[in-house]
């Protein structure tokens, strides 16, 4: 009599394929962390004597240029889109705080527009960003 039942063999994942899955979580790992990256403009940071660290769990970032345009999140903003912008953020999140960063070579007016702003707005967790001098 022949015996027509094969044996079993467990199953295992073909070894010529760990390859390719490595090299693909190679890319999505790149693409994820292209997606995290934050947008910035170069500025020159002042400097400060007694700089102090503020972390909070939902922050905005205002950036104003040299020439006084005004940039949050990669974008540039009229005045009334960035009072639109911070009344939606403030709405959802009531403990955003607000840091205002701009180059050491932009004119204080400038800075002191958007100062003005949240002042309208009654706006009052906001920071500057400096650099520490060493």
């Not at 010529?16 to 490595?22: K, R, V």
């Not at 090299?23 to 102090?52: C, D, G, Q, T, W």
């Not at 205002?62 to 006084?68: A, L, S």
């Not at 800075?111 to 967790?125: A, E, K």
């Amino acid at each position: 009599m022949i015996n027509i039942h094969s044996k079993r063999q467990s199953p295992t994942p073909p070894l010529s394929a760990m390859s390719d899955i490595g090299f693909l979580l190679l890319i999505f790992i790149m693409l994820i962390s292209l997606i995290n990256y934050r947008k910035e403009a170069k500025v020159e940071y002042p400097e400060a004597h007694n700089a102090e660290k503020t972390e909070a769990l939902h922050e905005i970032e205002i950036w104003i240029e040299q020439n006084g345009a005004i940039q949050i999140d990669g974008q540039y903003m009229s005045d009334r889109e960035v009072e639109n912008f911070i009344v939606d953020t403030f709405l959802a999140q009531r403990d955003t705080r607000i840091h205002i960063i701009a180059d050491r070579n932009t004119p204080y007016r400038n800075v002191d527009h958007i100062n003005r702003i949240l002042q309208n707005l009654q706006y009052r967790i906001v920071s500057y960003d400096v650099k520490e001098q060493l």
